[in-house]
């Protein structure tokens, strides 16, 4: 269906992003990513490379827009444009359950450049809770189950 094209971690809180090749994802979120919690409805978060193309496009942003969102993992295009409760699979292992849409906040204005919250227009990303732990990598592929 699709491929993760990217994955991002921040081990602190408004700290930089690193770009991982692969990761371990557990029962409460990326290994070494600061967003570790029990009890939260958002343990990972996703975002599609095209839509960011276009935010990117729309606001004249010129660098890593995977980065500059935050959200943890990007994978080519999302196939439906409501994902909430859907369930996916990243690679042969990982499972994860789409549990709500990231609103995108006043720091994508920030990272990326004024209007970016409005060019987001619904597709800032979702936030996903672990199913099936285990690890993926960049060019895994990414389908609906």
């Not at 070494?32 to 009890?39: A, I, M, N, Q």
């Given at each position: ?20 090749l ?7 979120g990326i ?21 960011l ?7 004249g942003f ?23 409760g859907k ?14 849409y ?7 204005n920030d990272?990326l ?16 809770i672990?199913i ?11 389908r609906v189950?």
């Amino acid at each position: 269906m699709g491929s993760i094209t990217s994955i991002v971690i921040r081990p602190e809180k408004k700290g930089a992003i690193q770009h991982l090749l692969a990761a371990h994802i557990h029962a409460n979120g990326i290994e070494g990513d600061h967003f570790v919690r029990p009890e939260t409805k958002r343990s990972v978060t996703l975002v599609a490379a095209d839509d960011l193309a276009r935010v990117a496009a729309t606001v004249g942003f010129q660098g890593d827009a995977h980065g500059a969102c935050r959200r943890n993992i990007c994978v080519d295009s999302f196939p439906e444009k409501n994902m909430e409760g859907k369930r996916i699979a990243l690679g042969d292992r990982v499972i994860l359950e789409i549990t709500c849409y990231c609103t995108p906040c006043s720091r994508m204005n920030d990272n990326l450049g004024d209007g970016a919250v409005q060019a987001f227009d619904h597709a800032a990303g979702w936030g996903a809770i672990v199913i099936e732990e285990g690890d993926i990598n960049v060019g895994d592929e990414f389908r609906v189950l």
